[in-house]
């Protein structure tokens, strides 16, 4: 019976502190938890809206051949901790792009566009409004 209970107590600990870790994709050995927190409350959001924007707030898109002069170049957008490299055609990796690495203040309604050097793609960043939209449905 000790056993049995000890191990009880035990399994509860371990779900306490794994209750703790975020299930947000992005946190890994290179963007921790704090990291997200940090975000978070810099953004003023939820740590789980943080990660919902870092996972589902953008898209990127090409528009090869089109004049692309309009859009800002993703290289003004300014690293938002140290250890973060700012963003340059020869370094950006649109597998392991995460935006909240990066000081970026989203629009209440337009979404933001950001041209990825001379690559013809678009970083296209959604509005508050819809990020809000789709969080609410995905979590309803």
């Known amino acids: 019976m000790k056993k049995f209970l000890a191990f009880i107590l035990f399994a509860g600990f371990i779900g306490l502190v794994n209750a703790q870790q975020s299930n947000c994709a992005i946190v890994n050995e290179s963007f921790s938890q704090d990291d997200l927190n940090d975000a978070a409350e810099r953004m003023n959001v939820s740590p789980e809206f943080a990660c919902f924007i870092a996972t589902e707030g953008f898209r990127i898109n090409d528009f090869s051949g089109r004049n692309l002069d309009d859009f800002e170049d993703i290289s003004g957008l300014t690293p938002a901790r140290?250890?973060?490299e700012a963003i340059t055609l020869q370094n950006f990796n649109e597998a392991n792009f995460n935006l909240l690495n990066y000081n970026l203040?989203?629009?209440?309604?337009?979404q933001?566009?950001?041209?990825i050097g001379n690559s013809g793609k678009v970083i296209s960043v959604y509005s508050l409004a819809r990020l809000n939209k789709t969080f609410n449905s995905a979590n309803n």
Do not use: M, V
């Open 82 to 84: 140290d250890g973060i």
């Open 105 to 110: 203040e989203l629009h209440e309604t337009q």
């Open 112 to 115: 933001l566009q950001y041209r």
